[in-house]
């Protein structure tokens, strides 16, 4: 444990905040209820706090205003108060001490409890070799998404949606001038798709890009198409095992892919780093994908596990977690309002780190003043 934590380990046997729960709460909230106090520390440093809710204050700004229309763990609350939310979380951390940002927000901030236990997964912005123009190694197209029009007509002729298999197998976008790149592993084009944003590497420059788009159709999980399948046992179905899977068995890949008939599109983006449906800037550590029914900008405190990934990508232990985040991405797997997806950062470190993560913790979502 670093000093840095060991100083917020401290700082949490002496901060405490009221645990306000609304009328009716479910057993979960109950429970937590009969604390005396709920401690709160933060384990990241406050430079990234402070990022992530100036990002989530302008991303809400920008979103424009909602009155009282959302509704927050049974409270109704409006884009003013998530706004000013952010902003005293923001001004909290510009001093750059961790300890008296999260001391300061404890003291101040009202904490709600979610209806049940958190269920935690992570995601990542990975790097794919692409190719502008293909070749017989980089074959594989990454797509700008259909105009209105044109998936219309693809629609007509095929007589349904257009699926993973009509495009990827059939050539269903053929001819429309659609791809943005190409790439040499279907596998990672698979997973740029479900982390729904990536960077595109030619070798001499990167291009961002980001989701734009579906093929209007739902999401299935592949790891539970190959549990149904006898493909993996129950107890590796974490990303890493499915991947290698997919790997190691080229004949049977497309068919378990094609599983899955949500297809995404991309656009590229400018900007230095991915970001989220919210409109504001991904934090490593910071951001997180939740339920469309919690607005974004939302901030919330987690505390659970974290995976720690050994050279093969397998999990070797684990770590605590414990911080303040914001909410300012969705994802299609992402349900419930004690569900969250962190954003684990860029590259193959994080996302070895992603493809483990599935714990359980606690979440508060939480509100504070207009001002200090």
């Known amino acids: 444990m670093t000093a840095e934590r060991r100083r917020a380990a401290r700082a949490a046997r002496s901060l405490a905040a009221t645990l306000l729960l609304a009328a009716g709460c479910s057993t979960h909230q109950a429970e937590l209820a009969h604390r005396t106090a709920v401690l709160v520390h933060d384990d990241l440093d406050a430079a990234s706090l402070a990022l992530a809710a100036g990002r989530a204050a302008d991303a809400i700004v920008a979103g424009g205003a909602t009155g009282g229309g959302l509704s927050l763990a049974h409270r ?17 951390a510009s001093g750059g001490d961790i300890e008296r940002a999260a001391s300061e927000i404890a003291s101040h901030c009202e904490l709600v409890a979610a209806a049940a236990p958190a269920r935690i997964t992570a995601y990542y912005e990975p790097v794919l070799a692409a190719r502008m123009r293909p070749d017989r190694r980089f074959r594989y197209p990454i797509y700008r998404a259909p105009t209105p029009e044109q998936l219309a007509r693809i629609t007509k002729k095929l007589g349904h949606l257009p699926d993973r298999a009509d495009i990827d197998r059939r050539g269903a976008l053929a001819g429309l001038h659609l791809e943005l790149a190409w790439t040499d592993d279907p596998v990672a084009r698979f997973f740029l798709q479900v982390q729904g944003s990536g960077v595109l590497d030619d070798g001499s420059r990167r291009r961002r890009v980001g989701f734009a788009g579906t093929n209007g159709l739902a ?19 974490d990303a890493g095992s499915i991947r290698r899977w997919l790997r190691e068995h080229p004949s049977g890949r497309d068919r378990v892919l094609e599983a899955d008939p949500r297809y995404v599109f991309f656009a590229v983006r400018d900007g230095e780093g991915p970001v989220g449906s919210s409109g504001a800037g991904l934090v490593a550590g910071r951001s997180v994908a939740a339920d469309p029914a919690v607005p974004p900008g939302t901030l919330a405190w987690l505390s659970s596990t974290w995976p720690v990934a050994g050279a093969t990508g397998t999990r070797t232990g684990s770590t605590s977690l414990a911080r303040f985040v914001f909410v300012a991405d969705t994802g299609a797997a992402i349900r419930g309002e004690a569900r969250l997806d962190v954003f684990a950062g860029s590259g193959e470190e994080a996302g070895a780190v992603a493809g483990l993560a599935d714990e359980k913790g606690e979440l508060f979502y939480v509100l504070c003043p207009s001002g200090k």
């Open 219 to 237: 999401w299935r999980s592949i790891g539970a198409v190959m549990r149904e399948r006898g493909l993996l046992a129950p107890g590796n179905l």
């Open 76 to 92: 109704r609350v409006t884009s003013a108060e998530l706004a000013a939310t952010a902003r005293f979380v923001a001004a909290a």
